[in-house]
């Protein structure tokens, strides 16, 4: 309401800077959810520890799914997961890889090649995606997985840092994993996003550019 009332005080022009600033603040956080398609894991800095969500769905149409196993979630370095629940397991070859990754890289994002365990809490469907060689992976989802369904899960790392894992922010690795680039529906996104904080600095600096505004607007 604050700033409601400071942009309709602060003038058209000053208004409108404002607005576009705050739509640009809510495009960031967006668009590279929105942005994705086939699964995605959301991979954040929150405090001291890494908190990983999935969200999308996957076109199994063409894949086997195999037996039905427990979940075991960890990171390691070609491994990523979250969720609890029973899993089934798709095996498949032809992979194409943008962004960070390439076919020497494999798994950058998580690439240090240790083991970590899930030490905080491991919530919702269980998607698990290894990236085995330069060509071949595994895509593990919920045992009652049927194609194009959602998937929602998310699990926390505690006293884990990007900077172990050999990530950076703002960045993104995608597996097609049928060897098309065209084909989204059948793909896995790895997405580094900024920590929560980010936005709360961005919104402050907001309120602060309002009231700077509203102070020099006219009477």
Not at 190 to 196: G, N, S
Request: proline share 5%.
């Amino acid at each position: 309401m604050f700033l409601m009332n400071c942009l309709g005080n602060a003038g058209v022009r000053g208004g409108r800077h404002l607005w576009g600033a705050m739509l640009s603040l809510v495009t960031l956080t967006m668009s590279a959810s929105l942005a994705q398609a086939g699964i995605v894991f959301e991979v954040a800095e929150v405090g001291p520890d890494v908190s990983i969500s999935v969200s999308g769905s996957i076109d199994t149409t063409g894949w086997s799914l195999q037996g039905i196993t427990a979940p075991n979630v960890y990171i390691r370095g070609r491994n990523i997961a979250v969720g609890n629940t029973n899993m089934r397991r798709i095996d498949g070859n032809p992979v194409a890889v943008t962004g960070g990754a390439s076919v020497s890289q494999v798994f950058p994002p998580l690439g240090s090649g240790i083991h970590y365990p899930v030490t905080g809490s491991a919530q919702g469907d269980t998607v698990i995606f290894q990236a085995n060689s330069a060509i071949a992976w595994a895509l593990f989802v919920p045992f009652d997985y049927v194609s194009n369904d959602s998937v929602k899960g998310k699990a926390k790392y505690a006293n884990l840092s990007f900077a172990a894992l050999g990530m950076t922010g703002h960045t993104n690795w995608k597996w097609y994993l049928d060897g098309n680039t065209g084909n989204d529906a059948k793909s896995v996104t790895v997405l580094a996003v900024p920590e929560p904080s980010t936005f709360v600095l961005g919104g402050i600096g907001l309120v602060a550019a309002c009231v700077v505004i509203r102070r020099k607007s006219p009477k």
